[in-house]
C-alpha cells in the first residue's frame, strides 16, 4: 500500500496538533512530515521534502495561504493541496477553484469530515500512481510511440547525416516545425540498477520517456525519441540564456520522476546552437553531461556548460578508440581505471602497430592527442607535457615497461590538474556569491534566483556548489550573514527594530523579528537588552 506524506501549515500552532492528533493518518496511508506557521517558512518545506499533499490555512502572516498554493502549482504541479480556513468568503472560494485545490475546508475542522477528504485523496493519488505504472499502457505507448519517419529524422540529425541541401525538404516531408532560434539536446539516463518491483527496465525507460514528454515537451517545444538505450529531447529556447532555467526544471523532472515512477535519472543538457545542423555537437556534449553523474551523483540535471567549461572543446573524431576510452577515463574515472585505460591503450598500441613506421605514426598520434586534449581542457600544455617535438623524439626511444609508466603518470597527472581546476572554479562561485551577499545583503531582492542570473548558471549546480563547499544553503547563509549583522547593529547602535530590520534586508519588521528569534532563540528587543548589559 503507497504512503504518502503531508506537510500541515497554519499560524496557530494547537489547531496543527489537534489535526495531527485526531486523524488516524497512518490508517489513511498518509504520514505528516512536519508542519510550518507561516507561507515563507512552507515554501522551503515543500521544496526540501515535496511533499504528496500541502494542507494549509489561508490567512497566514509573511506569505498567505493563496500566494502559497500559487507558488506550489507553479513549480510542483503534482502536488495536492488541501485549503481550509476560518474565513467563509467567496473571493476567496472563487480564487481557490481557479488555483484547482483538491478541497476548501471550513474550520473548525471535524475530523470525520477530513477523514473522508484524505480517503478521497488517498483514491485519486493512487489512481495517478496506477496510471502511470500500468505496465500494459507503458507497453502499448512503447509500441506505438512517435511515428517511424520522425523518428528516423530525428536520429539521423543527431548522427551528422543531414545535409544543409536535404534539411528544407526532411521538414516539409516529415511536417516537422524548428522555430528555435536556439536548439539543445537533452539526454535522459535511467539508472537500470533502481528498478521498482515488478517492472523491466525497458518499461521503466519508456514510463520516463513519457513523463519527460509531458513535463517538459510543451514548454521547450522538445522532439523526443528512444535513442541508443536512452531518451533524447531536442528542445528549443528563445533566449540562449533559458539554458540555466532549463536546468533547474530538468533538475525538478529528475527528482519528480523518482518520487512518482520511481526512477532514478540523470539529465545531461549539452551545447546551446542557432543550428540545428549543429545538433550533432550539442548531442554528444549532452552525453558526456550524463557522464559527470559519477561525479555529480543521481537523480540530477547536469549542463555541461556549468560542469565543465573547459573540457567541451570538440577536437575532432578520434581515429583510435582506446585513446578516446582513455581521455574519458582521466576526465571521469578514478585513478585505478585510469592506469587500466592506460595499459588497454598501450596493449592496443602494441598489437595494431605492425611495423616501426605504424609506430612512429601511432606515437604522434598520441603526443597529438594529449597536447589537443590539454588545450581543449585549459590546462598549460608546456607545463604539462614541454616541447612537442623533443617530446615525440623522447618517446619513441622508451622501452615498452617505461613507457607504460611514463603514460600512467602523465594521465594521472592530467586527472589532477582537471580536479583542481574544477575546485577552482566552484570555489570561485562560491567566493563570488558570498562577496555579493557581504555587499548586498541589505537588498530585500537578493535571493537564490538573482545570485544564479549574475552568476550566469542554474539554481540547481549553484545549490549543489555552495552547499558541498560551505556546508549551507545559499538561503541559509543569506540569512545567517543577515542576522549576525541585525545582531552587532543592535549592540552597537540605537536604531530602531525597524530600521535595522530594513539595513538587513526585511520590509517586514514582524517576519525580522520572526527570523532573528528562530536563530537566536530571543526577540531582537531582549537580545539587545541582554547583551548591552554584557
Same mark, same amino acid.
Given at each position: 500500500?503507497?504512503?504518502?506524506?503531508?506537510? *500541515?501549515?497554519?499560524?496557530?500552532?494547537?489547531?496543527?496538533?489537534? #489535526?495531527?492528533?485526531?486523524?488516524?493518518?497512518?490508517?489513511?496511508?498518509?504520514? =505528516?512530515?512536519?508542519?510550518?506557521?507561516?507561507?515563507?517558512?512552507? *515554501?522551503?518545506?515543500?521544496?526540501?521534502?515535496?511533499?504528496?499533499?500541502?494542507?494549509?490555512?489561508?490567512?497566514?502572516?509573511?506569505?498567505?495561504?493563496?500566494? +502559497?498554493?500559487?507558488?506550489?502549482?507553479?513549480?510542483?504541479?503534482?502536488?495536492?493541496? *488541501?485549503?481550509?480556513?476560518?474565513?467563509?468568503?467567496?473571493?476567496?472560494?472563487?480564487?481557490?477553484?481557479?488555483?484547482?485545490?483538491?478541497?476548501?475546508?471550513?474550520?473548525?475542522?471535524?475530523? =470525520?469530515?477530513?477523514?473522508?477528504?484524505?480517503?478521497?485523496?488517498?483514491?485519486?493519488?493512487?489512481?495517478?500512481?496506477?496510471?502511470?505504472?500500468?505496465?500494459?499502457?507503458?507497453?502499448?505507448?512503447? +509500441?506505438?510511440?512517435?511515428?517511424?519517419?520522425?523518428?528516423?529524422?530525428?536520429?539521423?540529425?543527431?548522427?551528422?547525416?543531414?545535409?544543409?541541401?536535404?534539411?528544407?525538404?526532411?521538414?516539409?516531408?516529415?511536417?516537422?516545425?524548428?522555430?528555435?532560434?536556439?536548439?539543445?539536446?537533452? &539526454?535522459?539516463?535511467?539508472?537500470?540498477?533502481?528498478?521498482?518491483?515488478?517492472?523491466?527496465? *525497458?518499461?521503466?525507460?519508456?514510463?520516463?520517456?513519457?513523463?519527460?514528454?509531458?513535463?517538459?515537451?510543451?514548454?521547450?517545444?522538445?522532439?523526443?525519441?528512444?535513442?541508443?538505450?536512452?531518451?533524447?529531447?531536442?528542445?528549443?529556447?528563445?533566449?540562449?540564456?533559458?539554458?540555466?532555467?532549463?536546468?533547474?526544471?530538468? @533538475?525538478?523532472?529528475?527528482?519528480?520522476?523518482?518520487?512518482?515512477?520511481?526512477?532514478?535519472?540523470?539529465?545531461?543538457?549539452?551545447?546551446?546552437?542557432?543550428?540545428?545542423?549543429?545538433?550533432?555537437?550539442?548531442?554528444?556534449?549532452?552525453?558526456?553531461?550524463?557522464?559527470?553523474?559519477?561525479?555529480?551523483?543521481?537523480?540530477?540535471?547536469?549542463?555541461?556548460?556549468?560542469?565543465?567549461?573547459?573540457? #567541451?572543446?570538440?577536437?575532432?573524431?578520434?581515429?583510435?578508440?582506446?585513446?578516446?576510452? +582513455?581521455?574519458?577515463?582521466?576526465?571521469?574515472?578514478?585513478?585505478?581505471? #585510469?592506469?587500466?585505460?592506460?595499459?588497454?591503450?598501450?596493449?592496443?598500441?602494441? &598489437?595494431?602497430?605492425?611495423?616501426?613506421?605504424?609506430?612512429?605514426?601511432?606515437?604522434?598520434?598520441?603526443?597529438?592527442?594529449?597536447? /589537443?586534449?590539454?588545450?581543449?581542457?585549459?590546462?598549460?600544455?608546456?607545463?604539462?607535457?614541454? @616541447?612537442?617535438?623533443?617530446?615525440?623524439?623522447?618517446?619513441?626511444?622508451?622501452?615498452? @615497461?617505461?613507457?607504460?609508466?611514463?603514460?600512467?603518470?602523465?594521465?594521472?597527472?592530467?586527472?589532477?590538474? +582537471?580536479?583542481?581546476?574544477?575546485?577552482?572554479?566552484?570555489?570561485?562561485?562560491?567566493?563570488?556569491?558570498?562577496?555579493?551577499?557581504?555587499?548586498?545583503?541589505? @537588498?530585500?531582492?537578493?535571493?537564490?534566483?538573482?545570485?544564479?542570473?549574475?552568476?550566469?548558471?542554474?539554481?540547481?549546480?549553484?545549490?549543489?556548489?555552495?552547499?558541498?563547499?560551505?556546508?549551507?544553503?545559499?538561503?541559509?547563509?543569506?540569512?545567517?550573514?543577515?542576522?549576525?549583522?541585525?545582531?552587532?547593529?543592535?549592540?552597537?547602535?540605537?536604531?530602531?527594530?525597524?530600521?535595522?530590520? /530594513?539595513?538587513?534586508?526585511?520590509?517586514?519588521?514582524?517576519?525580522?523579528?520572526?527570523?532573528?528569534?528562530?536563530?537566536?532563540?530571543?526577540?531582537?528587543?531582549?537580545?539587545?537588552?541582554?547583551?548591552? /548589559?554584557?
Amino acid at each position: 500500500m503507497n504512503t504518502y506524506t503531508v506537510l *500541515l501549515v497554519d499560524d496557530e500552532e494547537e489547531v496543527i496538533q489537534v #489535526i495531527i492528533k485526531k486523524i488516524n493518518w497512518e490508517w489513511l496511508g498518509f504520514s =505528516v512530515i512536519g508542519y510550518a506557521n507561516n507561507g515563507v517558512k512552507a *515554501l522551503e518545506m515543500v521544496e526540501e521534502f515535496q511533499p504528496d499533499v500541502v494542507m494549509t490555512d489561508i490567512k497566514m502572516p509573511y506569505m498567505d495561504g493563496l500566494e +502559497l498554493c500559487k507558488h506550489i502549482k507553479a513549480e510542483w504541479p503534482a502536488t495536492k493541496i *488541501l485549503l481550509f480556513t476560518g474565513f467563509d468568503e467567496f473571493e476567496y472560494a472563487k480564487e481557490a477553484v481557479h488555483l484547482e485545490v483538491e478541497e476548501y475546508v471550513l474550520k473548525p475542522v471535524n475530523s =470525520v469530515e477530513l477523514t473522508n477528504v484524505f480517503i478521497q485523496m488517498k483514491e485519486k493519488l493512487n489512481q495517478e500512481i496506477s496510471e502511470k505504472r500500468n505496465v500494459e499502457t507503458l507497453q502499448k505507448y512503447y +509500441l506505438e510511440s512517435l511515428p517511424l519517419l520522425q523518428a528516423n529524422f530525428y536520429s539521423t540529425l543527431i548522427e551528422g547525416r543531414i545535409t544543409e541541401a536535404e534539411l528544407p525538404k526532411y521538414l516539409s516531408d516529415y511536417q516537422i516545425a524548428f522555430s528555435g532560434p536556439f536548439f539543445g539536446c537533452l &539526454v535522459i539516463y535511467t539508472s537500470p540498477s533502481h528498478v521498482p518491483e515488478h517492472m523491466n527496465p *525497458l518499461l521503466l525507460s519508456t514510463a520516463v520517456q513519457k513523463q519527460a514528454e509531458e513535463y517538459l515537451g510543451k514548454k521547450w517545444q522538445a522532439k523526443c525519441i528512444s535513442y541508443l538505450g536512452n531518451t533524447v529531447l531536442i528542445v528549443q529556447m528563445k533566449d540562449e540564456k533559458k539554458a540555466s532555467e532549463l536546468t533547474d526544471e530538468c @533538475d525538478r523532472f529528475c527528482r519528480y520522476a523518482e518520487r512518482i515512477i520511481g526512477a532514478v535519472v540523470t539529465v545531461g543538457i549539452g551545447r546551446v546552437c542557432e543550428n540545428i545542423l549543429d545538433l550533432p555537437l550539442s548531442y554528444d556534449s549532452a552525453r558526456e553531461a550524463v557522464s559527470y553523474r559519477v561525479i555529480y551523483g543521481a537523480p540530477k540535471a547536469i549542463n555541461i556548460k556549468e560542469v565543465a567549461p573547459r573540457e #567541451i572543446g570538440r577536437s575532432g573524431p578520434m581515429t583510435d578508440g582506446k585513446l578516446s576510452n +582513455l581521455f574519458k577515463a582521466i576526465r571521469l574515472s578514478p585513478a585505478q581505471e #585510469i592506469t587500466e585505460a592506460a595499459g588497454a591503450y598501450l596493449e592496443h598500441l602494441s &598489437v595494431s602497430a605492425k611495423s616501426l613506421q605504424q609506430y612512429h605514426i601511432a606515437i604522434m598520434e598520441l603526443v597529438s592527442g594529449l597536447y /589537443k586534449f590539454a588545450t581543449n581542457n585549459n590546462l598549460d600544455v608546456e607545463d604539462c607535457l614541454g @616541447d612537442m617535438r623533443k617530446l615525440y623524439s623522447r618517446l619513441l626511444d622508451l622501452e615498452p @615497461d617505461v613507457m607504460g609508466r611514463w603514460l600512467t603518470k602523465m594521465s594521472l597527472s592530467f586527472r589532477d590538474r +582537471l580536479v583542481s581546476a574544477r575546485s577552482s572554479s566552484t570555489q570561485s562561485f562560491v567566493s563570488k556569491a558570498k562577496e555579493h551577499v557581504h555587499s548586498n545583503y541589505a @537588498d530585500e531582492e537578493l535571493s537564490l534566483d538573482s545570485i544564479c542570473k549574475i552568476l550566469g548558471v542554474s539554481n540547481s549546480y549553484f545549490s549543489t556548489i555552495f552547499k558541498k563547499e560551505t556546508g549551507n544553503s545559499f538561503i541559509g547563509y543569506l540569512t545567517e550573514y543577515r542576522m549576525e549583522q541585525a545582531s552587532r547593529q543592535l549592540i552597537e547602535t540605537d536604531e530602531k527594530n525597524y530600521i535595522i530590520a /530594513k539595513n538587513v534586508g526585511y520590509t517586514d519588521p514582524n517576519y525580522f523579528s520572526y527570523v532573528f528569534k528562530r536563530q537566536f532563540g530571543v526577540s531582537p528587543s531582549k537580545y539587545r537588552v541582554e547583551h548591552t /548589559k554584557k
